[in-house]
């Protein structure tokens, strides 16, 4: 064997290997490379988008490469031809026909399939797994016709669609019935189907709203309409309390997320024919049905025509809630408080109604939308009037009072305490003094940690589910109160004020006015901080002009109270008088029918002797 030749065992050449391996890694600790960017997903462009930047970029060239453009556009003799347009090369006519023959329908085809191929391009079928596409055959005068039948499921009632439209079609057609109608269309319509809520719909556009909104559509070949059927069965709450209104005395249900329980539980409280319920769609994508409502012989008829406008001028894609339909319609958005009433009772609909104001529903959201809204109308609760008015005026004062604890009382704290010393009792302001001997923060600094705690305590109680929120909000409250007097972070007098300007806050009837009271109550405490008395005077008096300046649908914000009002309003106000007593509408809403009962409307109660309770005398 040559002495020259060298045998590889695989034993070194795995060494080798390895130490190749171990001189990478080595390499790698030593130097740092960048690693490749690895983007497994791009999103990208639509060509619409391309196209625009590409005409942007041609807008933004020099003046003289477009004048070139023209020339050049100009001296093309295939600009000559019968085209009409410029730079399409003799094309356009072509392509304006391929565009128009590209165009899809609007209006039901005479032919099953065309019906049948454009139905399973809009709602994407087979891709779409909740679309039913149902084919079959009826006969009719001894012919037999194809027809198919489209709708969700989930969203329909099954039961009404065998019962009492595919029964009847492919069962009840087969039997003799006598009839001098030829026409298929109206045969189907008249002897067939027994659904009470039918529509002949001619145009697409009307059968895909109805099936979106839980409808089923039925084409039949030969005929160029579609049968529309209302048969909405989807899963939905029942009426309950309401949850933000509670009350003690008076009706227990609450609305809910179906548009037409909404209507049905106002109409069972006013039973009013004069009552109108308007149906408006609201999106151009989500087709939300919305409802406006108002009673025609007292409502104004510039306030209906002007909530109607402005329902009808919102241009959107998707809403589907009444907070996001508030923002649409509101006057200004600045103003701090609400310019619309939400509420979900429907005894307190009904009432503003009857008062002149005009209310709107929206589907799937149990708050209904009332406006005008004024100033005083929020802090007043439904169950002001349902108990005697004595009561209803105690519980008035005690609202009262608390609000203006939740709106001034932490910035007062802070005025004295810097300011105004002398307004303290002098063994108050000793004590005052002595609590907070060793608290290392300035006053302000104090409330401001603590109103933001308790702030955080109640944003959490309300997030966290079930019982627990509550627990959270107690026990936060009382460790987080307790542990910071102990640990001489506040004083123990701020913990008292911060507890009461929460409760008084809890106070207010009004979700969204108590908001506007809890960011503004940080406004006050800057202001008591700056300069005291000075300051927060100076704040009610810009908040005061604030508020009169503004309007709700033309009508002042703090009505009746600025300006003053000739007649009505004034009866419940700030103290309710007896329901006797409240014989006129409120005058700022200029209704048509401004007497709301007359002067005595308690028949019982002779005004005289020897007169009858309608004022007449007594035989």
Request: proline share 6%; with cysteine; net charge neutral.
């Amino acid at each position: 064997m040559p002495k020259n030749v060298h045998i590889k065992c695989p034993e070194s050449i795995e060494g080798v290997k390895a130490l190749a391996d171990y001189k990478n890694i080595i390499k790698q600790l030593l130097f740092f490379n960048v690693p490749p960017k690895d983007e497994t997903f791009i999103l990208k462009e639509r060509e619409s988008e391309i196209k625009e930047l590409q005409s942007e970029e041609e807008e933004q060239q020099p003046k003289k490469r477009r004048e070139k453009g023209k020339i050049r556009k100009i001296t093309n003799p295939c600009c000559d031809n019968n085209t009409g347009k410029e730079g399409n090369g003799g094309n356009g006519g072509e392509e304006d026909k391929q565009n128009q023959g590209a165009k899809s329908p609007t209006e039901v085809s005479k032919k099953l399939s065309d019906n049948l191929e454009y139905m399973k391009k809009i709602y994407s079928i087979p891709t779409n797994g909740d679309m039913v596409l149902r084919e079959f055959d009826i006969v009719v005068k001894n012919e037999v016709i194809p027809a198919f039948m489209i709708f969700f499921d989930g969203m329909t009632d099954r039961k009404v669609i065998n019962d009492n439209i595919m029964q009847p079609l492919m069962l009840l057609s087969n039997l003799d019935i006598k009839s001098d109608e030829q026409d298929v269309e109206s045969f189907v319509k008249d002897h067939i189907l027994p659904h009470c809520q039918l529509k002949v719909e001619k145009k697409y556009r009307s059968i895909i709203d109805e099936v979106n909104f839980g409808g089923c559509a039925l084409f039949i070949d030969g005929v160029e309409t579609s049968f529309v059927a209302d048969v909405k069965g989807w899963e939905h709450r029942g009426v309950e309390r309401p949850n933000t209104e509670l009350v003690l005395r008076g009706p227990q249900e609450g609305f809910g997320e179906l548009l037409r329980v909404n209507t049905a539980l106002v109409r069972k409280t006013l039973k009013d024919e004069d009552l109108i319920v308007e149906n408006i769609s609201i999106g151009r994508r989500s087709k939300t049905p919305c409802s406006m409502l108002y009673i025609k012989d007292i409502a104004n008829d510039d306030l209906v025509d002007e909530v109607r406008r402005r329902l009808k001028s919102i241009d959107v894609d998707y809403i589907y809630d009444s907070g996001q339909l508030e923002q649409m319609i509101e006057d200004c958005a600045l103003v701090p408080a609400p310019q619309i009433l939400a509420t979900e009772r429907p005894d307190r609909v009904a009432t503003l109604l009857t008062d002149g104001k005009v209310a709107v529903m929206i589907h799937g959201n149990p708050f209904v939308l009332v406006m005008p809204a004024t100033f005083p109308e929020l802090l007043t609760s439904p169950e002001d009037t349902y108990v005697r008015f004595p009561y209803g005026n105690f519980l008035r004062i005690i609202r009262g009072i608390g609000i203006a604890f939740a709106l001034l009382l932490p910035g007062i704290y802070v005025a004295v305490t810097n300011f105004h010393h002398e307004m303290i009792p002098t063994d108050l302001i000793l004590a005052i003094a002595a609590s907070r001997e060793k608290v290392p923060f300035p006053s302000v600094v104090e409330i401001l940690i603590m109103e933001l705690a308790f702030e955080l305590i109640r944003e959490a109680g309300i997030r966290i589910p079930g019982p627990i929120g509550p627990t959270l909000g107690i026990v936060g409250a009382l460790i987080l109160g307790q542990a910071a007097v102990a640990a001489n972070i506040v004083s123990p007098i701020l913990i008292i004020v911060v507890a009461v300007t929460g409760i008084g806050s809890f106070a207010i009837p009004n979700f969204a006015l108590g908001f506007a009271f809890r960011i503004l109550r940080f406004g006050y405490i800057f202001l008591g901080a700056m300069a005291g008395f000075l300051g927060i005077t100076t704040g009610l008096f810009l908040h005061g002009l604030w508020l009169v300046s503004a309007k709700s649908y033309g009508v002042p914000f703090m009505s009746p109270l600025a300006p003053k009002v000739r007649v009505g309003g004034y009866e419940n106000l700030l103290a309710r008088a007896p329901i006797w007593k409240q014989e006129v509408r409120p005058d700022y809403l200029n209704p048509k029918d401004t007497r709301r009962q007359p002067k005595i409307s308690r028949g019982w109660v002779q005004k005289k002797e020897g007169e009858d309770g309608n004022g007449g005398k007594q035989d």
